[in-house]
Each structure stands twice: as structure tokens, then as C-alpha cells.
């Protein structure tokens, strides 16, 4: 069992910049891969962008290329999404998500794959 608990998020407006954090805890961080997901209201859940658990690749929406960025800290069994130049159309709720499955099982962008969702803080960009 892992449990994910986000922080960050909040209202910024256009061409800001905000940075999520998902803490991690119940099992060894390291051999999970992880992603952010967001959902915005009337949509459905999309991906953002994902850290591959153990080669070390990242993978981003061709929507946030460029203008986010994943990280993690296995140290702190913690991963991180930046976000910069943001805009009204990244409104939406951001979750953080883990999963132990292979490739073999679903792609990496892909929400199947994925075992474990936080809750997801809201993040609203105003024009």
C-alpha cells in the first residue's frame, strides 16, 4: 500500500509559476514509476507527466513541453512538478500517481498503469 499527499497549488495568474510537491510513504519509493495527472472541470483525467522508476526518463504532455518539469527525490521519497508560464487552460486538479506495473502491462502516460492517486490540490490560472 502507498499513500500519496500533495502540496502546493493555489490561484496564480497568467505566466506565473507553481511547484507541486507528492510526498510518498508505504513502500520503497525507488521502484515506483510516478506521474502527475490534472483534470479539469467537465474533462477527463490527462496526463502531465511522468519519472520512469528506474531509467531514470521523463515523459511530458505535449500540452506542458517545455514549460514543466518533472523531478524526484528518492531520497525523500518525493516528486515534484514545476510549473512555469503557466496558463487559464492548465486550470484544473493535479494528482500525483504511482505505480509498480511494468511497460508490459500499459504506457506510462497512461492512467491504467497506475495503482495509487493522491487527492490533488486545485490549481487555478486567471487571464
Known amino acids: 500500500q502507498v499513500q500519496l499527499v500533495e502540496s502546493g497549488g493555489g490561484l496564480v495568474q497568467a505566466g506565473g509559476s507553481l511547484r507541486l510537491s507528492c510526498a510518498a510513504s508505504?513502500?520503497?519509493?525507488?521502484?515506483?514509476?510516478m506521474a502527475w495527472f490534472r483534470q479539469a472541470p467537465g474533462k477527463e483525467r490527462e496526463f502531465v507527466a511522468a519519472?520512469?522508476?528506474?531509467?531514470?526518463?521523463?515523459y511530458y504532455a505535449d500540452s506542458v513541453q517545455g514549460r514543466f518539469t518533472i523531478s524526484r527525490d528518492n531520497t525523500r521519497d518525493e516528486i515534484y512538478l514545476q510549473m512555469n508560464s503557466l496558463k487559464p487552460k492548465d486550470t484544473a486538479v493535479y494528482s500525483c500517481?504511482?505505480?509498480?506495473?511494468?511497460?508490459?502491462?500499459?504506457?506510462?502516460?497512461?492512467?491504467?498503469?497506475?495503482?495509487?492517486w493522491g487527492q490533488g490540490p486545485q490549481v487555478t490560472v486567471s487571464s
Open positions: 500517481a504511482a505505480s509498480i506495473r511494468g511497460s508490459s502491462y500499459a504506457s506510462i502516460t497512461a492512467l491504467r498503469r497506475y495503482d495509487y
Open positions: 508505504g513502500r520503497t519509493f525507488s521502484t515506483y514509476a
Open positions: 519519472s520512469a522508476r528506474s531509467s531514470g526518463f521523463i
